[in-house]
């Protein structure tokens, strides 16, 4: 079956450290998306990437880095330069005309 | 740029009740709509999708949305809530062409009690 696969599910990393997640799709869309979740704030755009090895920042890219050198792979970094990491991540595919398909999240603890 | 605003921050529905749930969105040019529903401890499912055609939109369980043009305006419906529909509602806009995305409101969260 076709989707998408973030990895892992829950993360914990200490304070100042930088941590990448994962985010796999076998369903051969074209575009991906990283959403930051925060409760009272809905789903906040980090960053997308329309075709490989392009990318734009979304409303809240501060502290976050992506690469898309695989049509099938988009992880996003999340830096010491982000100032409150702690949040639950999405990440998402489309293709045009269809729709969006969404990960079952990573949760990111930092301590 | 696009904003979707949802009204109704948190909403307490007895059983059996009708729901409506606002959703207003601000985008200059064609929009495909969306409602997702979270329910506790799960990840986010799609219940409806506008993208052209007949504005009202049945989707899954019970629930429908109606696209008015003139409003911008997407609202969700469900004529009798049941317990089990307790969960954090979505609303969502975004264009339709190659470079688009996903724009969220921040969302309602739906308390249905027995």
């Known amino acids: 079956d076709g989707g998408i696969t973030q990895s892992p599910k829950y993360l914990f990393r200490k304070e100042g450290q930088n941590v990448t997640l994962s985010c796999e799709q076998n369903l051969n869309h074209d575009a991906m998306y990283w959403y930051r979740q925060d409760p009272g704030q809905g789903l906040r755009l980090i960053y997308y990437s329309q075709i490989v090895n392009d990318f734009q920042k979304g409303d809240i890219a501060e502290g976050y880095s992506v690469s898309r050198e695989k049509k099938e792979s988009f992880p996003l970094t999340v830096t010491s330069a982000q100032k409150n990491p702690t949040a639950f991540y999405l990440c998402?595919?489309?293709?045009?005309?269809?729709?969006?398909?969404f990960g079952s999240g990573t949760r990111l603890t930092v301590v | 740029a696009q904003s979707v605003s949802q009204h109704n921050h948190h909403v307490i529905l007895s059983e059996a009740a009708s729901l409506e749930l606002g959703c207003n969105y601000s985008?200059?040019?064609?929009?495909?709509l969306f409602w997702y529903v979270q329910y506790p401890g799960q990840h986010l499912q799609l219940l409806l999708k506008y993208f052209s055609g007949d504005p009202l939109v049945k989707g899954i369980k019970g629930f429908e949305a109606e696209f008015i043009k003139s409003k911008f305006s997407f609202n969700l419906r469900k004529p009798s809530v049941q317990w089990s529909d307790t969960a954090e509602y979505f609303c969502?806009?975004?264009?339709?062409?190659?470079?688009?995305?996903?724009?969220f409101g921040t969302g309602t969260r739906l308390q249905v009690t027995l």
């Open positions: 998402a595919s489309r293709r045009t005309g269809v729709g969006y398909t």
């Open positions: 985008y200059g040019g064609t929009v495909n």
């Open positions: 969502a806009s975004g264009g339709t062409g190659t470079a688009s995305k996903l724009t």
